[in-house]
């Protein structure tokens, strides 16, 4: 549904069928909508209006790039409240999974933000082909209980991946224990749910963490058991920015135990204070949606450096009005560039440069 007045570029943007859509125009459309976004921010935070004047920023009508918008460091959205909607109308704030310090990594969204970004998710989980409403699926959720984890650190991403698909069951892996009054992850009964769900036609879906899934990886190894889920069984691994999978060794083993399709293991890369998600392409690739722009700029100067160069990781967004997260500049070191990818994508992608496996 096209959005209205002062958001037409944006609804023209979240109403495009293709994500990975390399057309010169979607550029175009994209600046004309973030543009949208930072007057929306201009007008209704004080303190970005300060921040961005303070760096030089006149923020006039005239169609600013993406690059040329200043950067906002996240540690100050994560430690500092800053919003461009009144309380009453933030209606998620999202924190880091088991996340005990509540001014650490947040996401702040209104409904208007919520609703952009369900369709980011649903076109792009719909183009890798994830998306099967009428399909019923067993999940596994590494995760939180959901009837006692009432806060949504650690089920809001799950919440939104379960959505994509009908459900016949949805267990999550670190269930509420009455009698310590405590969460445990239980590593048989999560393993056996995995072997009752293979006993059912329907596919299943795990989504969680390298941290657990390789403990149930070794469980099943130990136990000397593999299984043949159905063929479109698919398992979604969250990487954190900290700590990237970059090697194939480690889906060829979950291939080898439960007999699901490499190409329907995906890692899935969210910056906690957008809430994008990057999957990375059958090759292994995170390429960029026509919703978010990635540079990698020069630390001091905080200048774009040229393609395949080193610099410090910085994404724009034209989707939030909750809070100015539109560009925002984090601490991670990156790659940027095209690639001769086969995948189809002809999209730019971004490869972070930290701790890997």
Partial sequence: MPEGKPFIKCGQLFDCQNPFDDNPDKSVLFSEALNESLRWHLTHCDDYRAFMAENGFIGDNSLYLPEQIPPILVDVLNNYKLTSVPDKQIKYTVLTENNSDVSDRKLILDARSYKRLLKIYESIFNYFGFVEHKQKVNYLCLTYDSKYENDLNGNFYYDILTSLTAHRSVYYGIRFNKNKIEFKFDLEAVSKKIIDFSTHPEPVRIIGSYFYLNKICDW??????????????????????????????????????????????????????????????????????????????????????????????????????????????????????????????????????????
Wanted: proline share 6%.
């Fill in 220 to 357: 099943f190894e130990n136990n000397k058991i593999e299984l043949k889920l159905n063929r479109k069984s698919c398992i979604f691994i969250f990487n954190e920015p900290e700590f990237i999978i970059s090697n194939n060794s480690f889906k060829k083993r979950i291939e080898n135990i439960f007999g699901i399709n490499v190409e329907n293991i995906r890692n899935i890369l969210i910056f906690p204070n957008q809430g994008i998600p990057y999957i990375e392409c059958k090759n292994g690739n995170y390429h960029l949606p026509i919703y978010s722009k990635a540079y990698a700029l020069e630390p001091e100067t905080l200048l774009p450096v040229s393609d395949g160069d080193k610099g410090l990781l910085c994404l724009v967004t034209p989707y939030l009005t909750g809070y100015p997260a539109n560009s925002i500049l984090t601490d991670y070191k990156t790659i940027i560039g095209n690639c001769d990818c086969d995948c189809g994508i002809k999209s730019r992608t971004f490869k972070l440069l930290n701790s890997g496996i």
